[in-house]
């Protein structure tokens, strides 16, 4: 079978200079997803499936420390029941997908292919909940998700299926609820930040962005390299607005009966395109160590005369590295160059090289994919050492990130900067009135600059005017444009 040649192999534009099409290249050629014949979904190939399982085990783990347990909720939502609450719908309507048909036969009524299960979820809690020692009840769900876009679709960022979790908690008291939905918020900040080395801003939507079915919605944000900023996560509260329309009612403590008070929380495979966009660079993939479904591979450099020696030490090696995730790629219709660019493309974070001089010298060769620093280490220091340029990694990723996020957002005093700042794709900050009308003409005079969130955090306001409409500001809020 004829090689392909190391051109088409490799990413062939630089991240600078055409993100996207980087973007694109980079998750077709580190074998990440696969397009379909269905525009807007993609194939989870298993090298990304395998990311997705590593927060996933992190995710849950945290939350099952929390009492929370999952379930299954069925795919297809009858419309009557889609529609019961019906402000939270009204503004996604256009992105429900139906089906209308099993075999030749019409249905009597619309199936909603599950865009987020508020509803099916909720009038079963009405089923399940009779007394507050029923209460809390704590269900999260592993799923894919339909929202038929019409946006320009781009894998795991924007497509019309993805995987996600859904939590969807019932609390007697309002106060255990609002703390649970910190408590999470924070669960989904160390997702991005320890587990993905992403920098990410926690902190209050704005009324106009909030979850239309939420009191309030709180969530983590971030802008990635092609300048456009993600919603990494949100977890809502709900207050009594669903308890109401779908009758969940409890008999508290006191014999009174009352309306419980519910949270619900997400985040989904779209974090796995933030990571692809901010540690990419331009040989292909880097995946934090923390992520990775392989933590180095071996690269066994043979010559006819030595090969065996060689092969001998290599397979040691892997068997020094039996607490690592290792693979030793002794393919021999490959050159060792050859498989360097392969493994650099799909983002594996260390390369140990070992050849005929490194087996004489007891010795082996480290590459850190992250920087290309090359060390040389002895043969049986190289576990530990393997483990501390994995967590080195782990830790240049997220200050490298941090430090491209710290330069790319702007404090911005009038409108003047603003429009400056947009230009630029930066993460803007601003002083802002938290007015509805406002943010709608900020929107239209940028092409779709919103506000992403008020971050708890507040930076030092630069201004007390809004940096748009000049009157008076209470809080500096983050804005760009977004997936
Ligand atoms: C699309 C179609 C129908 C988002 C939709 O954020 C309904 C919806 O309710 C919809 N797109 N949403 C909001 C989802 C809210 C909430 N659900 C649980 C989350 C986190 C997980």
Redesign the pocket.
């Known amino acids: 079978m004829p090689k392909p040649d190391k051109n088409e192999m490799g990413v062939t534009v630089k991240k600078s200079d055409d993100i996207s099409e980087w973007y694109t290249q980079v998750i077709q050629k580190a074998e990440l997803a696969e397009y379909t014949g269905v525009s807007g979904c993609m194939i989870f190939r298993p090298r990304a499936y395998a990311i997705w399982e590593k927060l996933q085990y992190f995710f849950d783990t945290e939350i099952k420390k929390l009492g929370v347990q999952n379930a299954y909720f069925p795919l297809f939502i009858p419309e009557a029941l889609?529609k019961r609450e019906s402000e939270?719908?009204a503004g996604?309507?256009p992105?429900?997908a139906w089906v209308t048909q099993g075999g030749d036969s019409k249905l009597n009524e619309r199936l909603a292919v599950r865009?987020?299960?508020?509803t099916i979820m909720y009038d079963a809690y009405a089923k399940w909940i009779r007394s507050h020692r029923d209460l809390p009840l704590k269900i999260n769900q592993w799923v894919n998700v339909v929202?038929w876009e019409f946006k320009h679709p781009v894998p795991f960022l924007r497509s019309r299926e993805f995987l996600?979790q859904?939590?969807?908690t019932v609390h007697a008291k309002k106060d255990d609820a609002e703390t649970e939905v910190l408590t999470i918020l924070e669960i989904y900040r160390r997702v991005f930040e320890e587990m993905l080395a992403i920098p990410v801003f926690k902190g209050k939507k704005s009324v106009n962005e909030k979850?239309a079915?939420a009191d309030y919605?709180t969530s983590v944000e971030t802008i990635v390299p092609s300048g456009k900023a993600v919603q990494a996560a949100?977890s809502?509260h709900l207050g009594q607005r669903f308890a109401k329309s779908f009758g969940i009612e409890f008999l508290d403590e006191d014999g009174q009966k009352k309306l419980p008070f519910q949270n619900?929380?997400?985040f989904s495979t779209r974090s796995i395109g933030a990571m692809i966009l901010f540690h990419g660079d331009d040989k292909g993939l880097v995946i934090p160590p923390k992520v990775a479904p392989m933590h180095a591979v071996i690269v066994p450099i043979l010559f006819d005369d030595t090969k065996e020696k060689v092969l001998k030490a290599a397979n040691k090696l892997k068997e020094l590295l039996k607490d690592f995730a290792v693979l030793l790629d002794d393919r021999d219709s490959y050159t060792p160059g050859w498989k360097f660019n392969e493994w650099e493309l799909k983002g594996v974070p260390l390369r140990i090289e070992v050849g005929p001089k490194d087996v004489v010298n007891d010795n082996v060769v480290v590459v850190r994919r992250d920087t290309g620093e090359k060390c040389v280490v002895r043969t049986k220091e190289v576990a530990g050492k393997v483990k501390e340029l994995l967590d080195g990694i782990q830790k240049n990723l997220f200050e490298r990130a941090k430090s491209w996020l710290k330069e790319n957002t702007a404090d911005v005093k009038n409108w003047d900067e603003f429009s400056k700042a947009v230009e630029q794709k930066k993460l803007i900050r601003a002083a802002w009135c938290e007015k509805t009308e406002c943010a709608e003409q900020i929107k239209e005079k940028t092409e779709g600059v919103k506000v992403l969130n008020i971050p708890f955090e507040q930076p030092k306001k630069v201004s007390d005017e809004c940096a748009h409409c000049k009157s008076s500001a209470k809080i500096v809020a983050l804005f760009a444009k977004s997936y």
Request: hydrophobic letters at 35%.
């Open positions: 889609l939270h719908v996604f309507a992105e429900v865009p987020t299960s508020e929202r996600w859904e939590g969807h979850f079915g919605s949100t809502h619900s929380w997400g």
